[in-house]
């Protein structure tokens, strides 16, 4: 069984930077793709960044140029460092491993991120 366990949540103030990791444990197939995905208050949860196994990114708009993801396959961790954090980026951030050959889709516990103004 695949599990994902999040770190690196906590508060910071507005303009500061937090970095996430996301350790994925069990075996799945090395074809796969990485994402965070976030919820921030009364609203739904909408991804943040992802990375295929292949190197390929893609970010939301409203991170680009602040967040980066990257990706350790041989330790099979995804980080998220967010810099420039702004009140708006204030939520729960969720790891998400997806496996297209399997249809597995397997979410992590979500940390919080908390940024003050």
């Known amino acids: 069984q695949v599990h994902l366990a999040e770190s690196g949540g906590g508060l910071v103030q507005a303009g500061g930077s937090l970095a996430l990791s996301c350790a994925a444990s069990?075996?799945?197939?090395?074809?796969?793709?990485m994402q965070w995905h976030r919820q921030t208050p009364g609203n739904e949860r909408e991804l943040v960044a992802s990375?295929?196994?292949?190197?390929?990114?893609n970010y939301a708009d409203s991170v680009k140029g602040r967040f980066t993801i990257s990706r350790d396959k041989e330790k099979n961790t995804v980080s998220l460092q967010m810099n420039s954090l702004k009140p708006e980026d204030t939520g729960v951030y969720y790891c998400?491993?997806?496996?297209?050959?399997?249809?597995?889709?397997?979410w992590g516990q979500g940390t919080q991120v908390t940024v003050s103004s």
């Open positions: 990375m295929t196994s292949g190197g390929t990114t």
């Open positions: 069990g075996r799945f197939f090395r074809i796969n793709i």
């Open positions: 998400n491993l997806r496996i297209p050959s399997t249809r597995q889709n397997i």
